[in-house]
């Protein structure tokens, strides 16, 4: 008999990418990507999911066992409703009207005649390093932050991190589902503002366009930096990767930024393992490919913050999948669905 399948899904603010995994990782017919559509309505964001998925089965040869989605968001499985994206919705009279409480599940489920599950994208991100990537699918407990636009956070727990009878691996969602947003922890009480409101989050601190500005402030201050070569002479075009190039040029400017940085980011980084003692912090997204710049300064501040005894158990480093996580993790999620069904 042949092995079943399942399709991940990342759907994120532009573009939707799904594809099809047998148990052990290995993509299974095509990939298919799109706009995602985010801010056309729910209507059009659906037939955006859908027709992706569709166009993953187009290429099977059997067909798939279940859906699994990852949405950024505050996401309620049980209930089959994203409770609350930011990013997700449609303008009506002048007024982006963002979702809350939308039953994605069930329309996904009658125009895919499939199961589907739902996870946050972090949580999926995750569950996706954990099983495919610096977890090696057996780390009692594998932390994970995704550094971007934002900054995602998860935590996976094998069945040894916890007390009584527990199938594994177990992914902490909190009481209402909502949890382990990890990027809104405050390492500085009254600092800088972020999206969510708050001020001194370590989103705030550590986000992209916060590392963008922390140079554009030491440019502006008539700093010279090959980072201003990099940008074309235009200092409004910095980016973390100009960033990251200059500092593995030697440029002092760019290894101080990546060192402040990194320095919040590794007090955070502390604080976690204080709280979830992980075998594993894995620092994923796009902003983690500055490496070690960003992963030095961490681990040297994290290593001031974390109980000794919990610091030396844990491995701190770059996340294997940066790119695929969310998509193999809802894969994943799907996987213990079906797996669940059959108990």
């Known amino acids: 008999m042949a092995e079943s399948c399942v399709i991940g899904v990342d759907l994120g603010g532009t ?30 964001i ?83 390093e954990y099983a495919f990537g610096s977890g090696e699918g057996k780390a009692t407990c594998l932390v994970l932050l995704t550094i971007g636009t934002g900054i995602g956070g998860g935590v996976v727990l094998s069945p040894a991190a916890v007390d009584g009878y527990a199938r594994g691996p177990l992914l902490l969602l909190g009481g209402n589902k909502g949890g382990a947003e990890l990027g809104h922890t405050t390492v500085a009480h009254g600092g800088l503002d972020c999206n969510a409101g708050t001020y001194g989050a370590l989103e705030a601190y550590c986000q992209r366009d916060s590392i963008v500005r922390r140079a554009q402030h030491k440019l502006k201050r008539g700093r010279e930096s090959r980072v201003t070569e990099l940008a074309g002479g235009d200092i409004a075009q910095v980016t973390p990767k100009h960033l990251a190039d200059a500092a593995e040029a030697g440029d002092e400017l760019a290894i101080e930024v990546w060192r402040e940085v990194g320095t919040y980011l590794g007090s955070s980084i502390g604080s976690f393992i204080n709280i979830f003692a992980p075998e594993v912090v894995a620092v994923g997204g796009q902003i983690s490919k500055a490496g070690r710049w960003l992963l030095e300064p961490a681990i040297a501040e994290a290593r001031n913050v974390a109980i000794p005894s919990l610091f030396a158990d844990t491995r701190i480093l770059q996340a294997v999948q940066t790119d695929d996580a969310g998509i193999l993790g809802a894969a994943a999620l799907a996987r213990q669905s079906v797996q669940t069904s059959m108990v």
């Open 15 to 44: 573009n939707v990418r799904a594809a099809a995994y047998a148990a052990d990782g290995r993509v299974v017919g095509k990939r298919a990507e799109a706009e995602s559509r985010a801010q056309s309505g729910t209507a059009a």
């Open 46 to 128: 659906v037939d955006a999911v859908v027709s992706t998925v569709q166009a993953v089965q187009a290429s099977l040869d059997n067909p798939a066992a279940a859906v699994g989605i990852a949405v950024p968001g505050h996401i309620d499985d049980a209930s089959g409703l994203v409770r609350w994206a930011p990013n997700f919705g449609e303008t009506r009279e002048g007024v982006f009207e963002y979702w809350v409480d939308v039953p994605l599940k069930a329309a996904m489920q009658e125009r895919l005649r499939l199961p589907v599950v739902m996870g946050n994208d972090a949580n999926c991100a995750a569950l996706g």
